[in-house]
């Protein structure tokens, strides 16, 4: 984060960094139409719902052709998807678009921290635990 704040996880999509304001939504449901949102263009959304990706992806819930943001957060990445209307997993999808997932990570401690110290700018990148 831009204040020097660093949150561990696994890195999951590509390895590449990824850069944008650190925003969160409180949203239960709706992460695809939140992902593919052009409000959101550049951002990396931290997700609080505790599990994100269990329905799956389907195009007829896109808000554009593809997604908009740079990266997520989110708790723990489902898996397994299961959705009559689904057509794929979350991480595929994301992936393939080029947007990497940081996954086992609080959330809820990371949403506090932005809440209380306001937006900022922040990375989402491979590589170990800074040492003092």
Do not use: C, K
């Amino acid at each position: 984060m831009e204040d020097g704040t660093w949150y561990g996880g696994t890195l999951v999509g590509p390895a590449a960094p990824a850069f944008g304001e650190v925003v969160f939504t409180t949203s239960m449901s709706g992460y695809q139409e939140t992902f593919t949102d052009p409000s959101y263009l550049g951002q990396i959304v931290v997700m609080t719902a505790p599990m994100i990706g269990n329905y799956g992806v389907t195009a007829e819930d896109d808000e554009s052709a593809r997604p908009q943001i740079s990266g997520v957060v989110v708790r723990e990445l489902s898996g397994q998807w299961s959705n009559w209307r689904g057509t794929g997993s979350l991480a595929q999808w994301l992936s393939e678009s080029g947007v990497p997932i940081l996954t086992d990570v609080d959330t809820r401690r990371l949403t506090r921290h932005i809440r209380e110290r306001g937006a900022m700018r922040g990375v989402i990148a491979p590589g170990e635990a800074p040492t003092d």
